[in-house]
């Protein structure tokens, strides 16, 4: 079946630090892959899509400078958190999809601390 | 209204009982459906598909009332291992397909 691997799956940082989310699929190709934040008991919330070779596209309210994401190749995309402060502190997974058919294949996850 | 819309429990049952959770979605272009199964601090994995005509898997049982706008899930003969969040998710027509979550039922099953 479709695997998304994610990493890494947990990191702390410090305050001001940027950390990098990477995201691949495994054994399909995703032109589209989808980043989420998750705050704890809250529901997923997508911050962006990401399209291969194109700009991403952000959710109203999240920052496009703050969050970074790039999808250079059909199996890649990364999320680069910038300048993290505690407020960022979250769970953020990432989605890829092949077809309506088959759902959306999710990421492991990353759990972000920032201190 | 939000788009997706889940009543988020939690749902308390014992060993064996039969439960169902609905979620109701806003959008009437929505064109496919989800149910997803997340245990708490893990990623969402995929537990069926919804389809028009509803389909049933084992003990899971999922329908699609396109007239009132929402999807069940039914769980039969409950077992301790099927605690967890349910979520639901809608992904619109037209080339988008950007799936929106509800923000899950929480079942708890005991002994």
């Known amino acids: 079946g479709a695997v998304v691997s994610q990493h890494p799956s947990r990191v702390i940082c410090k305050s001001g630090t940027s950390v990098k989310i990477e995201c691949r699929s495994l054994?399909?190709?995703?032109?589209?892959m989808f980043w989420y934040r998750q705050f704890p008991k809250k529901s997923l919330m997508l911050m962006a899509t990401s399209n291969e070779g194109s700009k991403a596209t952000y959710e109203q309210g999240v920052e496009k400078d703050k969050f970074l994401i790039n999808h250079a190749s059909l199996t890649l995309s990364t999320l680069t958190v910038t300048s993290a402060h505690p407020e960022d502190s979250s769970f953020y997974i990432c989605?890829?999809?092949?077809?309506?058919?088959?759902?959306?294949?999710f990421g492991s996850g990353t759990r972000l601390t920032v201190v | 209204r939000k788009e997706v819309e889940q009543d988020p429990g939690p749902f308390n049952v014992p060993e064996g009982a039969t439960v169902a959770f609905n979620c109701t979605y806003s959008n009437s272009a929505s064109q496919s459906f989800f149910w997803y199964r997340q245990d708490c601090r893990k990623e969402p994995k995929l537990l069926m598909s919804v389809y028009s005509s509803g389909n049933e898997d084992g003990r899971f049982t999922a329908q699609l009332n396109r007239a009132s706008q929402y999807i069940s899930l039914l769980i039969r003969d409950s077992k301790l291992s099927d605690s967890a969040t349910y979520l639901c998710?809608?992904?619109?027509?037209?080339?988008?397909?950007?799936?929106?979550f509800g923000r899950g039922t929480s079942l708890i099953v005991h002994p």
């Open positions: 054994d399909f190709q995703a032109t589209t």
């Open positions: 998710v809608v992904n619109l027509s037209g080339g988008s397909y950007i799936p929106t």
């Open positions: 989605s890829a999809g092949d077809g309506i058919h088959y759902g959306y294949t």
